[in-house]
């Protein structure tokens, strides 16, 4: 894109949405507010060309019709994807947009955001590492599957209306510690769904204007609304949740060879000298 859409520090998060965060941030989900509006780079003729604009291995895109529990990726559409964002009234599918950061004026927005939250992310995890940010459109009723992620994340609703279903982050009930390990050393964030995990789940209704956070490997499912729906995902990575990451590759590793390893503890514990097993491990070539 051309143009670069910037934003006055301060206006996007209000002054209570940012203090929520704080009293929430890192390990509690909670629901915040944004005036982000209708804003130009969010608007579909505009996600479709950068969509078309980044490189295949940013864009990922499937039918939006999916069960809660997927076994790997859904198969892609064969629809472009520029035409399944312009038409996504009527395409029937659900995309995101990996990484929009690569363009200047998206990286320009991400960065803005970030800044209205970087002081009550820092006094408590500390430097934000590898920003990045995803934009999500799905058509009406579409479902993304059962799953977790590894990074802090906001979920930013734009356009039409979604409900995530959140489920207690570093819990094994509802994410084996041995999926976590294979995640962590290349395998996939796909989440095996048994009807009886609902009740153990917190429903998350976001409509324009409402913003939702989500705790790093939280697992959960989103269902969208009666109409398509746009939303930014402004994430971030710190040294405590790299080093959970890597703890959970080193347990790997010790599962492995036999041993029953306990799991890494969530923030903030700092899982220090896991961690850096793991990354002995690595250099080492195990």
């Known amino acids: 894109m051309n143009a670069h859409t910037h934003l006055d520090p301060g206006t996007v998060f209000p002054e209570n949405a940012r203090t929520d965060f704080a009293a929430n941030y ?4 909670h629901k915040l507010t944004h005036v982000l509006g209708a804003h130009p780079l969010m ?3 505009a996600l479709a060309r950068l969509a078309e604009a980044l490189p295949p291995a940013s864009i990922e895109y499937n039918a939006s019709d999916q069960p809660i529990g997927v076994e790997g990726k859904p198969t892609a559409t064969g629809i472009p994807i520029g035409e399944t964002i312009r038409h996504i009234e009527t395409t029937k599918s659900w995309a995101v947009l990996k990484n929009v950061e690569q363009d200047p004026a998206y990286a320009a927005l991400l960065a803005g955001l970030l800044d209205e939250i970087r002081p009550a992310i820092e006094a408590k ?3 934000m590492l590898k920003t990045q940010a995803f934009v999500f459109i799905t058509s009406a009723g579409g479902v993304t ?3 977790f992620d590894p990074e802090h994340n906001i979920l930013m609703q734009v356009r ?3 409900i995530m279903t959140q489920f207690p ?3 094994a009930a509802y994410a084996p510690d041995e999926v976590h390990e294979t995640y962590h050393t290349g395998g996939g964030r796909e989440l095996r769904w048994r009807e009886e995990l609902l009740e153990g789940g917190r429903e998350f209704a976001l409509g324009p204007g409402e913003a939702l956070y989500v705790p790093v ?3 959960h499912f989103v269902r969208n609304g009666p109409e398509p729906s746009v939303s930014l995902s402004i994430t971030w990575r710190s040294e405590w949740s790299f080093a959970e990451a890597d703890a959970r590759a080193f347990n790997g590793l010790l599962r492995r060879i036999g041993m029953k390893p306990g799991a890494p503890g969530r923030w903030p514990q700092t899982n220090r000298a896991k961690a850096l097993a793991w990354r002995v491990a690595r ?3 195990l």
């Open 26 to 29: 890192p390990e509690i989900p």
């Open 43 to 45: 608007e579909l003729e």
């Open 125 to 127: 995890t500390g430097a």
């Open 145 to 147: 599957p059962y799953h």
């Open 160 to 162: 039409g209306s979604k």
């Open 169 to 171: 982050a570093g819990n």
């Open 217 to 219: 490997m939280a697992p």
């Open 283 to 285: 250099k080492l070539g």
